[in-house]
């Protein structure tokens, strides 16, 4: 979409994304008084707020990287290999649910999450430092 739209202007790209977010993060909130938001069903209220909420994070990543180009390391280097992320992070959560008992406090859990996040960006910045870039 974005892609389609460079040559009409970054002007008319931020106020599609805008109106875009705007009017399905409205509509999945109004729908979820008919249908409630439920992830694990994915109801349509729940997809029409998620994409409204994903433009309008899109549109706020694009005016910051794009526009006004300020360089973020952290995302420029999760961004060189990120279905690696995305596995060894779903990987961890397995193991995490494994040793981590569903009865134990909610402390281990987010404290198990942050050291998921911290393996990742240790991954992520080791992989960029040594330019190991693994593709499909």
């Not at 729940?46 to 909420?53: A, E, N």
């Not at 694009?62 to 690696?84: A, H």
């Amino acid at each position: 979409f974005i892609s389609r739209m460079k040559n009409s202007g970054s002007r008319q790209i931020q106020v599609m994304l805008l109106t875009a977010g705007i009017v399905f993060t409205l509509a999945g909130f109004l729908l979820s008084f008919i249908v409630p938001f439920n992830k694990h069903l994915v109801t349509s209220s729940y997809i029409l707020l998620s994409l409204g909420l994903s433009s309008l994070l899109f549109l706020i990543s694009y005016r910051i990287m794009d526009i006004r180009r300020v360089r973020i390391g952290i995302l420029e280097s999760f961004g060189k290999n990120p279905l690696t992320l995305y596995i060894t992070g779903s990987v961890l959560v397995v193991l995490q649910e494994m040793i981590i008992p569903r009865t134990a406090s909610a402390v281990f859990p987010i404290i198990g999450t942050f050291l998921i996040l911290l393996i990742c960006i240790a991954l992520a910045e080791v992989l960029a430092a040594k330019k190991i870039y693994i593709k499909l």
